[in-house]
């Protein structure tokens, strides 16, 4: 089973909402900070949001602050990344990641988003 299922992802037009989520199997979910990456077509990964084990403290990339919200659920271990006001920039695979979102120890297969009209 893999450790990290991302789902969610879809097709939503420009200005629209999204939410997707991961769920985590195989480890200890609740003692992990989590952390949101995405990779759009031809460029590298790009860190999205981040969050500590117990969800009380959020870290946010800049182009993400204000309307992406990244929370978690430890009791049924799954991660989720509420977006809104989504552009057509948003358009990328979406990963949930422990480590560093560069170097990440786990990593899910990712959940496609595409913002479009």
């Known amino acids: 089973e893999a450790p990290l299922v991302e789902s969610g992802g879809g097709l939503v037009q420009p200005g629209g909402s999204l939410r997707i989520s991961c769920a985590a199997s195989?480890?200890?979910?609740?003692?992990?900070?989590m952390t949101w990456v995405r990779q759009a077509p031809g460029k590298g990964p790009e860190w999205v949001a981040s969050?500590?084990?117990?969800?009380?403290?959020?870290y946010y990339g800049d182009s993400f602050k204000g309307r992406f919200t990244i929370s978690r659920d430890n009791a049924k271990n799954t991660l989720y990344l509420q977006m809104n006001d989504l552009t057509r920039e948003d358009t990328a695979v979406y990963y949930c990641?422990?480590?560093?979102?560069?170097?990440?120890?786990?990593r899910g297969q990712g959940t496609r988003v595409t913002v479009s009209s």
């Open positions: 969050i500590n084990s117990d969800g009380a403290n959020t």
């Open positions: 195989g480890f200890t979910f609740g003692t992990y900070d």
């Open positions: 990641v422990t480590g560093e979102y560069d170097n990440p120890t786990r």
